[in-house]
T-cell receptor, first 115, second 114 residues
Framework: EPEVTQTPSHQVTQMGQEVILRCVPISNHLYFYWYRQILGQKVEFLVSFYNNEISEKSEIFDDQFSVERPDGSNFTLKIRSTKLEDSAMYFC?????????????FGPGTRLTVL | KQEVTQIPAALSVPEGENLVLNCSFTDSAIYNLQWFRQDPGKGLTSLLLIQSSQREQTSGRLNASLDKSSGRSTLYIAASQPGDSATYLCAAVNYGGATNKLIFGTGTLLAVQP
């Protein structure tokens, strides 16, 4: 069964460093998302991406964040200069279409730890 | 602004019991509602999706209902098993959004005792 994959599973970085989190969405899906979950808190929407551009972003998604689909399969989230408060689980999700009956499928997540 | 809440925050039941998890949302103009399961330190597994035009959906021992007028959804788990132990999340998609972003509840941590 097709699934969303994410790498790495765990990333440890020093404050101020750049990190790139990678995702491979399900192959025939067209809409891609990043969410994050700070330990003990709700899962929060960060950004959605369609047709090679950002469709919607939350107030969390500031200039330190960027997304890219560098080729036909990968979808990346870059944090330019990490802060302690960026420590969280980051989930990638995808769906085939933005209709009422299309589920979003999530990857296993990347745990980001900023020291 | 849509707010999604789930009660109880935690629930412990003996194996075999039927149980109901609750999800409330403040804005009834939802497009759909999705229930997920999250195991500790893991990703989110989609369980059921209910479209705004539907009242319920079933998958195996799971049944999810939706009542937009009261701003509520419930997830019914029949004959619970220890393997059902996990955190259950509900998430709503509002009408008018650009790309169906999910707004999540706080989750219910379920423990099924053998």
């Amino acid at each position: 069964e097709p699934e969303v994959t994410q790498t790495p599973s765990h990333q440890v970085t020093q404050m101020g460093q750049e990190v790139i989190l990678r995702c491979v969405p399900i192959s025939n899906h067209l809409y891609f998302y990043w969410y994050r979950q700070i330990l003990g808190q709700k899962v929060e929407f960060l950004v959605s991406f369609y047709n090679n551009e950002i469709s919607e972003k939350s107030e969390i998604f500031d200039d330190q964040f960027s997304v890219e689909r560098p080729d036909g399969s990968n979808f990346t989230l870059k944090i330019r200069s990490t802060k302690l408060e960026d420590s969280a689980m980051y989930f990638c999700a995808s769906t085939r279409a933005a209709s009422s009956y299309n589920e979003q499928f999530f990857g296993p997540g990347t745990r980001l730890t900023v020291l | 602004k849509q707010e999604v809440t789930q009660i109880p925050a935690a629930l412990s039941v003996p194996e075999g019991e039927n149980l109901v998890l609750n999800c409330s949302f403040t804005d009834s103009a939802i497009y759909n509602l999705q229930w997920f399961r999250q195991d500790p330190g893991k990703g989110l597994t989609s369980l059921l999706l209910i479209q705004s035009s539907q009242r319920e959906q079933t998958s195996g021992r799971l049944n999810a209902s939706l009542d937009k007028s009261s701003g509520r959804s419930t997830l019914y788990i029949a004959a619970s098993q220890p393997g059902d132990s996990a955190t259950y999340l509900c998430a709503a998609v509002n009408y008018g959004g650009a790309t169906n972003k999910l707004i999540f509840g706080t989750g219910t941590l379920l423990a099924v005792q053998p």
